[in-house]
């Protein structure tokens, strides 16, 4: 019972996870742009606002819930 219902709910979050992360707008476009995009968000040069920020969070909740339930059904 414990297993199906943990279960159940990983699908539910992973499922949520792909819509949240699909959801967000891309930063740039390309390899330069890839590197780029990580120094900017490492360094904090250019700050998320409105729907990205929200969209932002949601994921970070969203992949901590996964983890926290991957290792929930490995263990029941």
């Not at 279960?7 to 707008?25: E, N, R, T």
């Not at 969203?62 to 059904?73: G, M, T």
């Amino acid at each position: 019972m414990m297993h199906t219902l943990l279960m159940v709910l990983l699908v539910i979050v992973s499922l949520a996870l792909i819509v949240v992360v699909l959801l967000q707008s891309g930063k740039s476009a390309g390899l330069s742009g890839a590197i780029s995009g990580g120094a900017e968000q490492l360094f904090g040069k250019q700050k998320a606002r409105g729907i990205d920020l929200v969209l932002h969070r949601i994921t970070i909740v969203l992949a901590v819930l996964f983890f926290i339930l991957a290792l929930a059904v490995t263990k029941v």
